[in-house]
Nanobody, 120 residues
Framework: QVQLVESGGGLVQPGGSLRLSCAAS????????MGWYRQAPGKERELVAD???????NYAASVTGRFTISRDNAKNTVYLQMNSLKPEDTAVYYC??????????????WGQGTQVTVSS
């Protein structure tokens, strides 16, 4: 089992910045890709960005150039730096971790979510 604890959400004005953090604990040795998803009211959960253990990054088109995902493997933590925030970025942001066991079993774990609200 992997536990994910997010922090850093809150209320920010349009154009502002926030930094989300997600710390993993538990059976962390099998973690490969970590990422951030978000879900706005009435919408499906969508990928924001993810990063492999080796540092390869993938971003949604809507956040490219504004958000940066990074990872500290020594601390088992993934970050999401969000700049130039827009009202449409308002959502609950969820941390996600993908694990692969020695038997090649793939599992996905989710954090509890942190609210990001962009409003004046």
């Amino acid at each position: 089992q992997v536990q994910l604890v997010e922090s850093g959400g809150g209320l920010v004005q349009p154009g502002g910045s926030l930094r989300l953090s997600c710390a993993a604990s538990g059976s962390i040795f099998g973690i490969t890709t970590m990422g951030w998803y978000r879900q706005a009211p009435g919408k499906e959960r969508e990928l924001v960005a993810d990063i492999t253990r080796g540092g390869s990054r993938n971003y949604a088109a809507s956040v490219t150039g504004r958000f940066t995902i990074s990872r500290d493997n020594a601390k088992n933590t993934v970050y999401l730096q969000m700049n130039s925030l827009k009202p449409e970025d308002t959502a609950v942001y969820y941390c996600n971790a993908k694990t692969i066991s020695v038997a090649a079993t793939v599992r996905y774990y989710w954090g509890q979510g942190t609210q990001v609200t962009v409003s004046s």
